[in-house]
């Protein structure tokens, strides 16, 4: 069954926690044990209503709070698909937990209260949301119950988020807007009857007709070696398999390969999935490849077609989220993890800084602190194999590690 990751934002209190949980009670994915505990909970606060919000807020803070602090992930499946939906904060101070949530997810929801409209918080969202290149945008315009449904209410809200559109570097993303009420279900996962004057989709049913193939970031495919297979019994005493994850596009058997660092050529043999053999390996699959020749590949190596190389360089710039108290400057090394790889890197340039509010840039910065997000240049102690996050969201993209902490201390995105 297919999996669509999906990130939401939103500023605080519009709702995010309680649309998830308004999916999962509509589409009856809560266990009955935690529908009771809602019950319960929200007789005990006097409401007259579920409060859906605690099927996601999981940390103590969250539920006494009212509010998102840490990324959530929750999962459910209908007959089509399976979901996880990202459940990210929406205060300014956690920026970097909606560049994690989002970082991986081929859709996203933004939420704008319909009583407060596109707001300073609303530009940060749909700027992170371009900046990882999250191809299926829906804005879903909530509360409408608080203004009466109203359409005129609806196309402002609308408009100031196509002027907002206009400022985004990357247009190839699908945006929609939907009118709902997270609260009261409408246009959920059910068709309001309150807003006859909507005609598109409920929020469930764009999302179950989404096409995989157009939300995902297919490129070329690349396969990382994480393990190298040497069973050493007597019936696979020659076996020499290759395991690891198909990144991109797929992999056939008889394709020309080239492995890297190396660059020697061969060609597939087979393509194993456990103990059964297959013709293809389709993106994302798990899989150990054997090769025709006896060529040296190891932990670390990539495998990827003839004519389809990805750069091979010790240097880079690149978009860094910066995620720890203790700040990035210019001459500070760290660990890069790039896929499997681990290289020993160098902060060379601080570009510039980029404010999330489509505000511009920020010069002559000389540290980044935690929340930041800039342009950065980097020189490596060896080459890696990397794509621009642009053309391949996996091989574009890796994580700061301190040399001292073992932290993991900032995400980047390769330009």
Avoid: C
């Avoid at 240049?377 to 053309?391: C, M, R, T, V």
């Amino acid at each position: 069954m297919e999996v669509l990751k999906i990130a939401t934002a939103g500023s605080v209190d519009d709702g995010k926690s309680t649309l998830i949980g308004r999916i999962l009670y509509d589409t009856k994915s809560l266990t009955t044990d935690k529908l009771e505990a809602i019950e319960k909970t929200s007789k005990q606060k006097g409401y007259d209503y579920l409060d859906f919000s605690l099927a996601t807020d999981g940390l103590v803070a969250e539920r006494e709070q009212g509010i998102t602090i840490d990324v959530a992930h929750i999962y459910f499946s209908t007959a089509t698909k399976s979901y996880i939906i990202a459940d990210t904060p929406g205060h300014v101070e956690y920026t970097r937990n909606m560049v994690t949530g989002a970082s991986t997810s081929q859709a996203a929801i933004i939420l704008i209260d319909a009583r407060k409209g596109v707001i300073e918080q609303t530009n940060r969202h749909f700027f992170i949301n371009n900046l990882l290149r999250v191809k299926d945008v829906i804005v879903a315009i909530n509360k409408m119950d608080l203004v009466d449904f109203s359409e005129e209410k609806y196309n402002a809200i609308k408009a100031d988020f196509e002027v907002l559109m206009g400022k985004r570097d990357y247009q190839d993303q699908n945006i929609t807007f939907i009118p709902v009420s997270a609260l009261k279900g409408d246009n959920v996962v059910n068709k309001s009857e309150k807003m006859p004057w909507y005609e598109g989709e409920t929020l469930l049913e764009h999302l179950e007709g989404l096409d995989m193939a157009a939300v995902s970031n297919v490129g070329t495919p690349r396969f990382p070696v994480q393990y190298v297979i040497r069973p050493k019994t007597e019936e696979f005493h020659d076996f020499r398999g290759f395991a690891g994850k198909v990144y991109g596009g797929e992999l056939n058997v008889g394709d020309e390969v080239v492995a890297l660092p190396s660059q020697t050529k061969s060609k597939i043999k087979d393509i194993y999935f456990y103990d059964k053999k297959h013709q293809t390996a389709s993106r994302r699959s798990s899989v150990t490849i054997t090769l025709e020749d006896e060529i040296n590949v190891s932990r670390g190596d990539m495998l990827v077609k003839v004519g389809d190389l990805p750069k091979i360089e010790k240097e880079f710039t690149a978009t860094i989220s910066w995620m720890d108290a203790q700040k990035l400057a210019a001459g500070n090394k760290y660990v890069i993890q790039h896929g499997v790889n681990k290289v020993l890197a160098k902060v060379t340039t601080i570009h510039h800084k980029i404010n999330p509010d489509y505000s511009g840039v920020e010069e002559g910065v000389s540290a980044l602190g935690m929340n930041d997000i800039a342009q950065v240049s980097f020189k490596l102690n060896k080459p890696i194999f990397y794509d621009a996050f642009k053309d391949h969201r996996t091989n574009g993209s890796f994580i700061l590690i301190d040399t001292q902490s073992n932290n993991t201390v900032g995400a980047g995105f390769i330009n």
